[in-house]
């Protein structure tokens, strides 16, 4: 035998190190969050549902900007990686890719649906007062007055 064995350090053999515990307890997140990358924004999308596939879900995800998540650059999470068929090497965890989009896209996209959703209001509150009567009013909760004054009437 020789005189060098291949042994730990005890500082790995420490008490401390053994009973490091979550404070609390709490179930066990169903999908795993990847770590935040700057200028990324991560999704799970879905390719398949009851084991059969889904391509108009990934196609319309992927014509909106979304790319797959390689799992060589994802360290964190390479046990989750794909090691046959069409997304071989990316993430998938229950018929879920992880996908990746520049927040750019993101900040795009959320603008025009708040621009479509004005649209929208401003279209209902039109159709609502196109019948309004001077005689009688329509009440109209977007209106604000800011009166300035002493308070006394």
């Known amino acids: 035998m020789s005189d060098k064995?291949?042994?730990l350090s005890r500082e790995l053999d420490s008490r401390v190190m053994t009973m490091a515990r979550p404070t609390e307890w709490r179930p066990p997140d169903v999908l795993p969050a990847p770590e935040p990358r700057p200028g990324?924004?991560?999704r799970w999308v879905r390719i398949s549902m009851l084991g059969a596939a889904d391509p108009s879900n990934i196609s319309s995800k992927f014509r909106e900007g979304y790319e797959p998540c390689r799992a060589e650059d994802y360290p964190?999470?390479?046990m989750h990686e794909t090691q046959d068929g069409r997304f071989k090497g990316n993430i998938e965890v229950g018929g879920l890719l992880l996908c990746r989009?520049?927040?750019e896209f993101i900040s795009q996209r959320d603008a025009y649906f708040a621009k479509q959703t004005k649209a929208q209001m401003d279209?209902?509150?039109n159709t609502f007062m196109r019948d309004n009567d001077p005689r009688m009013q329509k009440f109209s909760?977007?209106?604000s007055e800011v009166r300035f004054?002493?308070?006394a009437a």
């Open 149 to 151: 004054g002493s308070g």
């Open 5 to 7: 064995q291949n042994r």
């Open 123 to 125: 279209s209902v509150d």
């Open 101 to 103: 989009i520049p927040e």
């Open 141 to 143: 909760e977007r209106k």
């Open 40 to 42: 990324w924004s991560h």
């Open 76 to 78: 964190e999470l390479m």
